[in-house]
Nanobody
Framework: QVQFVESGGGLVQPGGSLRLSCVAS????????VGWYRQTPGKQRAMVAS???????RYADSVKGRFTISRDNTENTMALQMNSLKPEDTAVYYCNAIWGVSSATPEGVPSRSWGRGTRVTVDS
């Protein structure tokens, strides 16, 4: 099973930017959909953005127009460019493979194994 390692988090002021990176332990070229999730204390992990091998993307309404997801199948990496950050973006961010995406289940189901995540704090 492919494992993922996230990095790039940190403390940023509101309105600032961060770029999160994710490295996979094996090829992701045969994983149709990968994505980023985030979790805050007391809440369930929620999908932030996803991208298919064909480049189709999907974003949570709360980040549309501010976040951009990308993937590089040759380097087995993905990234999340986060602009115009808000305090409510504060969370631990995770990347993962996503399975079972369909018209009936557009968000699919992430792999059961999670990395350690990278913490993003948006605060003045």
């Amino acid at each position: 099973q492919v494992q993922f390692v996230e990095s790039g988090g940190g403390l940023v002021q509101p309105g600032g930017s961060l770029r999160l990176s994710c490295v996979a332990s094996a090829t992701i070229s045969d994983i149709d959909t990968v994505g980023w999730y985030r979790q805050t204390p007391g809440k369930q992990r929620a999908m932030v953005a996803s991208i298919t091998t064909g480049g189709s993307t999907r974003y949570a309404d709360s980040v549309k127009g501010r976040f951009t997801i990308s993937r590089d199948n040759t380097e087995n990496t993905m990234a999340l460019q986060m602009n115009s950050l808000k305090p409510e973006d504060t969370a631990v961010y995770y990347c993962n493979a996503i399975w079972g995406v369909s018209s009936a289940t557009p968000e699919g189901v992430p792999s059961r194994s999670w990395g350690r995540g990278t913490r993003v704090t948006v605060d003045s």
